[in-house]
């Protein structure tokens, strides 16, 4: 089992910048593929960017492409996700998630999850 804790969220006005963490429980995560999906109210969750266990691979999302980065440093068992120029439509609460194969957009090919961090961006 993989427990994964997200931090970094808050609250910022469009335009400025977060850098989102999630920290794995274990080892493990250097065998798993990393997602970011984030779940703005009476919305479905949706995806973000996801990063293959080397690093080698990434996809994002066509809305966060040129402003988003994801990133990760398997020693130190964490992901990052880079957050630049938000605008108001990138408030959500922001989940990371794991699983093993290779990198997909799709929710349902992840196995671990954590509880999310909130991303509120003001006008």
């Known amino acids: 089992h993989v427990h994964l804790e997200e931090s970094g969220g808050g609250l910022v006005q469009a335009g400025d910048s977060l850098r989102l963490s999630c920290l794995a429980s274990?080892?493990?995560?250097?065998?798993?593929?990393m997602g970011w999906f984030r779940q703005a109210p009476g919305r479905e969750r949706e995806f973000v960017a996801t990063?293959?266990?080397?690093?080698?691979?990434?996809h994002y999302a066509d809305s966060v492409m040129g402003r988003f980065t994801i990133s990760r440093d398997n020693a130190k068992n964490t992901v990052w996700l880079q957050m630049n120029n938000l605008n108001t439509d990138d408030t959500a609460n922001y989940y990371c998630?794991?699983?093993?194969?290779?990198?997909?957009?799709?929710?349902?090919?992840?196995?671990?999850w954590g509880r999310g961090t909130q991303v509120t961006v003001s006008p």
């Open positions: 998630a794991a699983r093993f194969g290779p990198p997909t957009p799709n929710l349902s090919d992840y196995r671990w």
């Open positions: 990063i293959s266990w080397s690093g080698g691979t990434k």
């Open positions: 274990e080892r493990t995560i250097d065998e798993n593929t």
